[in-house]
């Protein structure tokens, strides 16, 4: 779905692969090492969903969430070596792709991305509930 590891270092990622929905966030510039919480999930054809990860900074495995249409699902960890915190790289935020190919094969509506917060869960809620209302929330 999204990803910033091209161009310089790896930064984070969002992919759907082989059942599996993950975030991940790679360490000091790192393809080999990052954490990442992963989602075993198949979406139904023709149907939207509301999907939102969260991050709160913490440098584990626990501090990522994932609710789709506004509810919390449980992760499990697909993490890899000893995470020493995220490279801010300048390479751009990529949609619908990722390196290695992987073309999202779908469509993506009222994509959002905060800095330096996380999201609750009461926010993620009201999110979704806004949007799928058909209302947007800028």
């Not at 149907?47 to 449980?74: E, P």
């Amino acid at each position: 779905f999204l990803d910033k590891r091209t161009g310089g270092p790896h930064e984070y990622q969002i992919v759907y692969y082989l059942g599996n929905l993950n975030m991940y966030l790679f360490s000091a510039g790192s393809s080999s090492v990052f954490l990442s919480g992963a989602y075993s999930w198949t979406p139904s054809a023709a149907t939207w969903y509301h999907i939102t990860f969260t991050y709160d900074g913490s440098g584990t495995f626990a501090g990522i969430k994932l609710y789709v249409d506004g509810v919390n699902q449980t992760l499990r960890d697909a993490s890899s070596g000893v995470y020493a915190g995220m490279t801010n790289g300048t390479a751009a935020p990529r949609f619908g792709t990722f390196t290695g190919g992987f073309p999202f094969n779908g469509k993506m509506d009222e994509a959002h991305i905060w800095k330096n917060r996380e999201l609750t869960s009461a926010e993620v809620l009201n999110i979704y509930n806004t949007e799928n209302a058909g209302n947007s929330i800028l």
